[in-house]
């Protein structure tokens, strides 16, 4: 049985204000605007123009690193990675191949819903410039030079994983990470993170490394999943019927559940790599940066503190962990004295169906945070049963109407029966019912939901079960 061996290189598209380089807008979504129409002479590479580093990108690659638990180095440098290709309007990359700022870093994260931890070392997270984007009509290539010189930062691990759902967990958490601290949208559908994946095979753990192969075009975590399982095969295949593997680049096609190769795979003297001659050597220590090394956002300690504290389930924390702004609309609801697990109930239930249905955030709820608190303390008092709460939830997400006026429309806050009422109708559902009174008192404990139901329908639903079950086991005992 051949073990995988797997490492990756993510690109992270960060959310500065400007170009890498320039003081073009760094845009975050391509699609809505003209292409060709946000460049300068700098990210087009025109002959004379030189680079100046924006500080607002190099302040959230400093954040990465720092969630990252990467030493963040004093003095740092940037490379030229020499290349052709159409999208490359310099006829090469600024990147960080010899001294990167950020190196040595370790991600913690959950796998197997959240039930085990894992750890993968970070090699480095560096800085580097985007290419254009190639654009192919029929038989016409189109290049649009926007993306030209966006920031970038390219964290490579080292090759720890051995599993593809431990690298789609590992992702997830890498872009949670970069969302919750506000470095990238981290969007893979629309190009703001992009895996590449390199995997070997090999018959043990004392056996050497295999050849690597590297797989691109990977843009969703069922993809990665599904290419390291495809390309696990195909190297299982290749050595299994007297074949070798080369170390190449192959291009994956979801759609078609087949990878296809594009180019045997370069090394460092293939790139020709120097030092950037336009670019001093970067002195972090003694620039003036607004950037605060405390004020990270760690989400897998976050994740802890929701198994831990609040002991909840992988539902619960899966419909917190995956949106901050729930998140963050579940601690606020929390800090004002919410109960959390009354509070994660509605939010992760009927909360969670309304917006995925009507396409809303909780931000775009019918109804304030007030107004859910109300009803929070509504569920808190045992004032309404759960067929009535979930009555008024579905109300307010239907009209925005309060919890308070919906329950008095309803007539749910009718007088409740006296407890001597309630002990004569009881008393009446048993005397009715004496052999199941005997069934219950020779063992048979599961005839108590029999006289809940015979309660509920007699004082027609306004009795709250838990208080009835109480009243009949008096009386049975």
């Not at 985007?130 to 930062?153: C, E, F, S």
């Not at 808190?380 to 579905?394: N, R, S, T, Y």
Request: proline share 4%; net charge negative; with cysteine.
């Amino acid at each position: 049985m051949y073990q995988k061996t797997i490492g990756l290189e993510i690109h992270l598209k960060i959310k500065s204000a400007t170009k890498l380089f320039c003081q073009c807008k760094n845009l975050q979504d391509f699609d809505t605007v003209l292409p060709n129409s946000n460049i300068c002479p700098v990210c087009t590479g025109q002959p004379g123009a030189l680079p100046v580093l924006s500080q607002d990108a190099l302040e959230k690659s400093l954040l990465l690193g720092k969630v990252l638990w990467c030493t963040i180095h004093d003095k740092s440098s940037f490379d030229r990675k020499s290349y052709f290709y159409p999208d490359l309007p310099m006829g090469y990359q600024i990147t960080q191949l010899y001294a990167p700022t950020c190196t040595d870093g370790k991600v913690s994260f959950f796998v197997n819903q959240f039930a085990e931890e894992r750890s993968v070392t970070i090699r480095d997270a560096h800085m580097e410039t985007d290419t254009a984007k190639m654009i192919h009509d029929g038989w016409q290539a189109l290049i649009d030079y926007n993306r030209a010189g966006t920031p970038l930062v390219e964290v490579v691990t080292w090759p720890d994983f051995s599993d593809a759902d431990d690298v789609s967990e590992f992702l997830k958490e890498l872009q949670r990470i970069a969302r919750y601290n506000n470095i990238s949208d981290a969007d893979m559908e629309k190009g703001q993170m992009r895996v590449d994946v390199n995997i070997s095979i090999r018959l043990s753990d004392d056996a050497p490394l295999g050849t690597r192969v590297e797989l691109k075009n990977i843009n969703s975590f069922g993809a990665v999943r599904r290419a390291i399982e495809h390309e696990y095969i195909r190297q299982v295949w290749l050595l299994d019927n007297g074949g070798t593997i080369e170390q190449e680049t192959r291009w994956w096609d979801d759609a078609a559940g087949n990878s296809y190769s594009m180019r045997s795979k370069e090394n460092a003297l293939d790139y020709r790599y120097f030092p950037e001659p336009d670019l001093p050597v970067l002195d972090i220590k003694n620039l003036n940066l607004s950037f605060q090394a405390d004020d990270v956002i760690i989400p897998f300690v976050i994740v802890k503190q929701l198994k831990e504290e609040y002991g909840f389930h992988k539902e619960y924390i899966n419909t917190l962990i995956n949106d901050k702004s729930v998140l963050d609309y579940f601690r606020a609801c929390v800090v004002d004295g919410a109960d959390p697990k009354v509070v994660v109930k509605w939010i992760a239930g009927p909360i969670a169906a309304y917006m995925t249905q009507e396409y809303k955030t909780i931000d775009q709820l019918p109804f304030d945070r007030v107004q859910f608190l109300w009803f929070v303390g509504i569920v808190q008092e045992w004032k309404l049963l759960d067929a009535q709460l979930k009555i008024v939830m579905d109300q307010m997400l239907q009209t925005g109407k309060s919890a308070e006026s919906i329950v008095t429309e309803q007539w749910f806050d009718a007088p409740w029966l006296s407890d001597d009422e309630l002990r004569r109708i009881i008393q009446n559902v048993l005397d009715m019912n004496p052999a199941i009174v005997q069934q219950y008192k020779d063992g048979k404990t599961t005839t108590m939901w029999f006289f809940v139901g015979q309660v509920m329908k007699q004082t027609g639903g306004k009795v709250n079960p838990k208080d009835a079950t109480t009243v009949i086991t008096e009386l049975l005992a």
